[in-house]
């Protein structure tokens, strides 16, 4: 097992991507503390079936973009574990709109859980990483955040998983050598985030894609799992891009 005796946070891990991740980690032996916000009842019954198959879990609700719940989080994780050994900033949202169409609750809502959100658990886990002299550091960013074609609408979005990545390298250099911080770059895939596109724009989408097709959570997972595991040790300052090849675009 890949990631045997170690402790990892998956923030937004009820559903989605952060639950795919979370399964695949258990999967490799890890304690994973689940973090959720609003979908409890998706987390209970991950937690249940983690445990139902022999692995280590841990529920704790918080919302990443308030410190106060962060602190208690992380507070939570050593408690129960006494470690953390990988923290995958996985919660976000994304709110449909477009640069004129966007407003101030929707940059503030978005920019509050996409980045605000990283930036706080990665500075209450740091320490605990550079204390231990080891610490993968996972952030899930977008192809949004890097490529022209692929940044149309959806403004706030797309400036928040900038960040994310421009956050991702000065993390690099600021906490290396002890600590391995890099990004994943999903393309579109196939979650409750997407729900509100039309088949035109799904189909679109498909077209624009090399592999033509939509990505599945479980392949964002295998990424993550490489980047957490032994094999990423020499890897940091990078965003590994898992988008179908619609990330060149």
């Not at 139902?52 to 719940?69: F, I, N, P, Q, R």
């Not at 550079?130 to 706030?156: D, E, W």
């Not at 000065?170 to 002890?178: D, F």
Request: aromatic share 4%; with cysteine.
């Amino acid at each position: 097992m890949r990631l045997q005796g170690k402790v990892a946070i998956v923030t937004g891990a009820g559903r989605g991507i952060g639950r795919a991740i979370a399964w695949r980690f258990a999967n490799e032996g890890a304690k994973v503390v689940i973090n959720y916000s609003r979908s409890e009842r998706e987390a209970s019954s991950l937690a249940e079936e983690i445990k139902k198959h022999g692995g280590e879990a841990l529920l704790v609700k918080a919302d990443v973009s308030k410190a106060e719940e962060v602190k208690e989080m992380v507070r939570k994780t050593v408690e129960r574990f006494g470690k953390v050994d990988i923290l995958v900033n996985n919660a976000g949202v994304l709110i449909p709109a477009g640069f004129l169409d966007s407003t101030e609750d929707m940059w503030d809502k978005t920019l509050d859980v996409n980045l605000k959100g990283t930036y706080l658990c990665c500075k209450e886990v740091a320490p605990l990483m550079l204390n231990q002299k080891r610490g993968k550091i996972i952030n899930i960013a977008s192809v949004c955040g890097l490529a022209q074609r692929t940044a149309l609408g959806n403004t706030p979005y797309v400036v928040a998983k900038a960040g994310v990545i421009g956050l991702t390298r000065s993390l690099a250099v600021n906490l290396g050598p002890t600590i391995n911080v890099n990004a994943i770059a999903p393309g579109v895939i196939d979650t409750d985030m997407v729900a509100f596109f039309t088949p035109e724009r799904k189909n679109m989408i498909v077209e624009e894609t090399p592999l033509k097709r939509i990505g599945r959570p479980e392949e964002i997972a295998s990424a993550a799992l490489f980047l957490a595991s032994d094999e990423s040790d020499y890897i940091t300052g990078e965003v590994l891009t898992v988008s179908g090849g619609r990330g060149m675009r």
